[in-house]
T-cell receptor, first 112, second 116 residues
């Protein structure tokens, strides 16, 4: 069985500061990992995904994530936060088609 | 391409009633998954359909059921509604381009169900 743990349910950064959202996974088979973002009253939107092609994955809106097998981590980063980045972020793992297991989410607040 | 659409967007039902939610996937997507999102439990997987067949199922009671039609549109039904069924129900479709597990999911805006 696979699982995902997102460390920190709330993260607050200042505009222009580094964004770091943490995700650790547990999987008995090689995982496929995803980061999604959810804005209020909307569905989830894919930011990026890891499918074993490269350990550093670049996504949309300046986000990237690095897969570290030794640490079972897939942390999401962005060098400089924008006000528009304020949202809830979900890490997810998939080992079966069409079925993803999501973390509890991290709400990102960006202070002016 | 048009995105995933879900109808209705908002729904208020009374305990004991039943409800049917609809999802139209992105054109060409054959996999449709359903999730329940609540503040307390987060995002939980309900079930997934591919070519009209249920392939995966989460840990929900039998009151929750679904189906998929030949045009890939999907419906989920909840019978004998309980207060705890109040949630945002999200539908997601996948393109099934590389065997499935690596495919990202495209989410609809959700149906907000309130049970009173």
């Amino acid at each position: 069985a696979q699982s995902v743990t997102q460390l920190g349910s709330h993260v607050s950064v200042s505009e222009g500061a580094l964004v770091l959202l943490r995700c650790n996974y547990s999987s008995s088979v090689p995982p496929y990992l995803f980061w999604y973002v959810q804005y209020p009253n909307q569905g989830l939107q894919l930011l990026l995904k890891y499918t074993s092609a490269a350990t550093l994955v670049k996504g949309i809106n300046g986000f990237e994530a690095e897969f570290k097998k030794s640490e079972t981590s897939f942390h999401l980063t962005k060098p400089s936060a924008h006000m528009s980045d304020a949202a809830e972020y979900f890490c997810a793992v998939s080992t079966n088609a069409g079925k993803s297991t999501f973390g509890d989410g991290t709400t990102l607040t960006v202070k002016p | 391409k048009a995105g995933v659409t879900q109808t209705p967007r908002y729904l208020i039902k009374t305990r004991g009633q039943q409800v049917t939610l609809s999802c139209s996937p992105i054109s060409g997507h054959r996999s449709v998954s359903w999730y329940q999102q609540t503040p307390g439990q987060g995002l939980q997987f309900l079930f997934e359909y591919f070519s009209e067949t249920q392939r995966n199922k989460g840990n929900f009671p039998g009151r929750f059921s679904g189906r998929q039609f030949s045009n890939s549109r999907s419906e989920m039904n909840v019978s004998t509604l309980e207060l705890g069924d109040s949630a945002l129900y999200l539908c997601a479709s996948s393109p099934w381009t590389s065997g499935g597990a690596t495919d990202e999911q495209y989410f609809g805006p959700g149906t907000r169900l309130t049970v009173t």
